[in-house]
């Protein structure tokens, strides 16, 4: 059997934005030659895109560093850089990209869940590139001595975790016999054998019954408690959150430990309604197991009672011998293509294919102004740190210009909401600035040990 590989880390960097240039016209005859610094490339962004052809995130298993190309420096006579080509990173549809903590590693927030093919999301931007001195030019100021820095591009670790999109899953207790049933129903080779969790990864297997075809997932055995994340609970329940049918599979003789068939068939649902409510919404079919064993034939009544109550299809079968077998098979492959039939007559989803694309430019947009400590407050937030790296700290007209662009984005009155006073220190990024009301900044570099970002 093939290993599923589906959840992997990996760490991305855009490339770095090229610097804008500080150039003026020199030529013979024109002795007071303009401003013509060109502007720096922007550096390539790395993006993660879904993409129908690819079953598993293997090709991240191995190779965990991904960098996009980084762009050149502007040059005189206005020629700008060369901006860095992008890095597209291919993953298959129902995958789920979270950023991670850098320190803890643990899921901070949910970058974006890509279900559609080509549905994209930048989640490296490349660095933007500097602007060449031409664009500073103002009715008062016609030679301008700067141009800004290109942007340096962040390396984050994100996180891909891929979401069965499996027609039909088989749940149940361990070793009810759901490894054996794929495995007769396709032609899946899962492991298999007597003893609880021997399926630790889902097996995907391609079922064909008549004119069906159709792909049944056999997802680990589930627990008492499993919602609540005892033994591989979580781990296992967010396979089925995808497919369409649960193909709910109980071991009519009740295993070793003699259980009753219908407490296991109600904990399970309980532990799937508990998970997720939704789940217990979804198309459902009753399968009892091992019914060759004789004797079981009050067990199997009793099943089909509590299955039919619940408004579920039941089938008995056996995976040893394949009894029943081609009645299930033929019977869900016209479910799933009726579900098909209605996700296909539902109304289009309209949903941009770069929705997640457009919350990250409006992520990148906002700011927030906090306290650290008496006096001293931190401004966060991607652009305005873009705007602070960008510029060339030794240059007084650059840093005249910065401030312009504060007060244009709303860093000033935001300072003075969260109660900044004349005389506070003001952190962005790796600088310090001594805050003098709205008219004027004085830079101080930040020790090494406070800066960020």
């Given at each position: 059997m093939s290993q599923f590989t589906d959840m992997s880390r990996i760490n991305v960097k855009g490339g770095d934005g090229g610097a804008g240039c500080m150039s003026f016209r020199r030529e013979a005859y024109v002795p007071k030659g303009g401003p013509d610094g060109g502007d720096g490339g922007r550096g390539g962004d790395v993006v993660i895109q879904a993409d129908a052809q690819l079953s598993s995130l293997i090709d991240y298993r191995f190779k965990h560093h991904f960098r996009a190309e980084r762009g050149t420096h502007g040059q005189g006579?206005?020629?700008?850089?060369?901006?860095?080509?992008?890095?597209?990173?291919r993953v298959p549809m129902g995958t789920v990209?979270?950023?991670l903590d850098p320190e803890t590693q643990e899921p901070l927030y949910e970058i974006a869940d890509l279900t559609h093919d080509g549905?994209?999301?930048?989640?490296?931007p490349g660095g933007a590139g500097g602007l060449g001195n031409t664009h500073?030019?103002?009715?008062?100021?016609?030679?301008?001595a700067f141009?800004?820095?290109?942007?340096?591009?962040?390396?984050h670790w994100i996180e891909l975790e891929m979401k069965l999109m499996a027609d039909a899953a088989l749940v149940g207790m361990p070793s009810v016999g759901k490894s054996s049933l794929i495995a007769r129903m396709s032609?899946?080779?899962p492991k298999i054998a007597d003893y609880p969790f021997t399926t630790l990864v889902p097996n995907l297997g391609m079922v064909r019954a008549g004119e069906y075809s159709y792909v049944v997932a056999d997802v680990p055995g589930l627990i008492e408690g499993a919602s609540e994340g005892k033994g591989l609970g979580h781990q296992f329940l967010r396979h089925i959150e995808r497919t369409a049918l649960i193909m709910h599979v109980v071991d009519i003789s009740g295993g070793f430990e003699g259980r009753d068939p219908v407490e296991d068939y109600h904990i399970i649902n309980d532990e799937l309604r508990r998970y997720a409510s939704e789940l217990a919404e979804r198309p459902q079919v009753v399968v009892a197991n091992k019914c060759d064993i004789s004797g079981m034939e009050d067990r199997v009544q009793a099943l089909k009672q509590a299955a039919i109550e619940d408004g579920h299809r039941f089938f008995a079968v056996s995976a040893a011998t394949g009894a029943g077998l081609n009645t299930l098979m033929l019977a869900c492959g016209e479910m799933v293509a009726e579900l098909r039939r209605e996700l296909a007559e539902a109304p289009a989803d309209d949903v941009p294919l770069d929705?997640?694309?457009?919350?990250?430019q409006a992520r990148e947009k906002t700011f927030q102004v906090v306290c650290e400590e008496p006096g001293v407050y931190r401004v966060m937030g991607t652009q305005v740190e873009r705007l602070v790296v960008q510029t060339d700290w030794e240059n007084e007209e650059a840093l005249i210009y910065l401030q312009h662009r504060f007060a244009r984005m709303g860093v000033d009155d935001a300072l003075e909401k969260a109660g900044c006073r004349a005389g506070d220190e003001v952190r962005i990024s790796?600088?310090?600035?001594?805050?003098?009301?709205?008219?004027?900044?004085?830079?101080e570099d930040l020790d090494s040990t406070e800066t960020e970002g």
């Open positions: 006579s206005r020629k700008d850089g060369k901006s860095g080509a992008d890095l597209v990173l990209v979270r950023e549905e994209r999301v930048v989640v490296a500073f030019v103002t009715s008062v100021r016609r030679a301008p141009a800004q820095l290109g942007e340096p591009a962040q390396e032609a899946a080779r929705r997640w694309e457009r919350k990250r790796g600088r310090a600035f001594m805050y003098e009301g709205a008219e004027e900044f004085v830079d």
